[in-house]
């Protein structure tokens, strides 16, 4: 099966109840059994519920693992998989990645033993010297967020899999459409799916995929013993997404690929941070481990001045100023004081976090009235 009938029909079937085409809301929170243990496969919806087994199945086809599990966010998601993890071990992670996931390791998992380390993992060679016999995950994230800088998956991989380390992807800002990191040699796929999956700015939710079956075990066993599991509206809103995924993220892709080229040449702009670009470091690798360079672009201004950011951010008419990305509707965001506000800022600049960092998440609208609304905005500084 492609991928644009995967994202219809896998795991998915009209209702063998009812005949429904579309997969009912099962909202409920138990199940009648016939005698004591005797029931159709579900006791209790935290443990299971159709609505969620049947995204669950639809996400392992479209990462082409075997397992996916879901969780109530993006966040509780990751947490699933630091819980593979036992004190004392070491996980290595991209130095640019999501505010929010370095928060995470940092002020909770490392107050229970873990050891997390940040490096730059744009060199495969770095991520080979950083490891130490402690390691026992790596945690990449590519595109990085907001930085737009990419990681070889699979040369990243293959170091790991020497040393018997897991590797664990974030494909948020890719999304399974452009890039399935377990084909590459991963072994578990980690989603905020309030993202690209739903891609409608309407629901949070997180999930994860692994090709490994006593991964998935321990996995569903957290799941149910955690119990952050989202609610089956929020399943059949993630699924109700996923049908147009393909559609979405291809035109946000020509959408930014035209902005990112448009802000090259704006005389106030500076540097433009877009994998699309052929002197971007490692466009290459995008270009083999993608099928195109993402919907996100981030730029800074010419002159180091926040106030004229301020001002770009606060003056545009179709990118709205908020937070997340990879909804129909495109965003304009400031990392540094926004999603990156929970990393340091000397930890930032290291990374080329300036404060007048702009981010944009392009959606789907028409180009040129996304370009005039750029174009008008920066004219006003
Ligand atoms: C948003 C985001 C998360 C966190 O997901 P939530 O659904 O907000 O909990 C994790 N990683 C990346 C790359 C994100 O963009």
């Known amino acids: 099966m492609k991928f644009g009938t995967k994202v219809i029909h896998a795991g998915l079937g009209p209702d063998p109840q009812t005949g429904a085409v579309m997969t009912p809301i099962y909202q409920t929170s138990t199940y009648a059994q016939e005698s004591p243990g005797k029931h159709k496969g579900y006791e209790y919806a935290r443990t299971q519920n159709p609505t969620r087994s049947a995204l669950e199945k639809n996400l392992a086809a479209l990462e082409n693992g075997t397992h996916a599990i879901c969780y109530s966010s993006g966040l509780s998601a990751m947490d699933a998989v630091m819980r593979l993890l036992e004190p004392g071990d070491e996980i290595l992670s991209t130095n640019d990645l999501y505010g929010g996931s370095y928060r995470q390791m940092v002020r909770v998992h490392q107050v229970y ?114 119990g952050a599991v989202p609610g089956p509206q929020d399943c059949f809103l993630i699924l109700r997404g996923i049908k147009t995924l393909h559609l979405r993220v291809e035109r946000s892709c020509q959408n930014a ?44 201004l010419m002159k180091d001045e926040i106030d004229k950011a301020y001002t770009i951010m606060s003056n545009t008419h179709y990118f709205t100023l908020a937070e997340s990305l990879g909804g129909v509707e495109s965003l304009i965001g400031h990392p540094a004081s926004m999603t990156h506000a929970s990393i ?23 180009q040129e009235d996304l370009i005039q609304d750029l174009d008008r905005a920066l004219a006003s500084v």
């Open 113 to 226: 033993g873990l050891k997390p380390r940040f490096i730059d993992m744009q060199k495969p060679e770095a991520v080979a010297n950083a490891i130490t016999d402690k390691t026992k995950m790596l945690w990449l994230e590519t595109p990085t967020n907001p930085m737009l800088n990419i990681l070889d998956i699979k040369a990243i991989c293959d170091i790991a899999k020497e040393k018997n380390i897991l590797v664990a992807v974030d494909n948020t800002f890719a999304s399974p459409y452009l890039q399935t990191p377990l084909d590459l040699g991963a072994q578990i796929v980690v989603h905020s799916a309030t993202k690209y999956l739903g891609g409608h700015s309407d629901v949070i939710h997180g999930a994860v995929i692994t090709n490994q079956p006593e991964l998935a075990e321990q996995l569903y066993f957290l799941q149910n013993a955690v």
């Open 344 to 366: 340091p800022r000397e930890e930032r600049l290291k990374t080329g976090l300036t404060d007048t960092l702009i981010r944009l998440s392009v959606g789907v609208e028409d």
């Open 257 to 300: 690929a035209s902005i990112a080229d448009f802000l090259k040449n704006h005389p106030k702009v500076g540097k433009v941070y877009y994998p699309g670009f052929e002197e971007h470091p490692n466009h290459e690798v995008a270009k083999r481990q993608m099928r195109h360079f993402g919907g996100m672009v981030s730029f800074d």
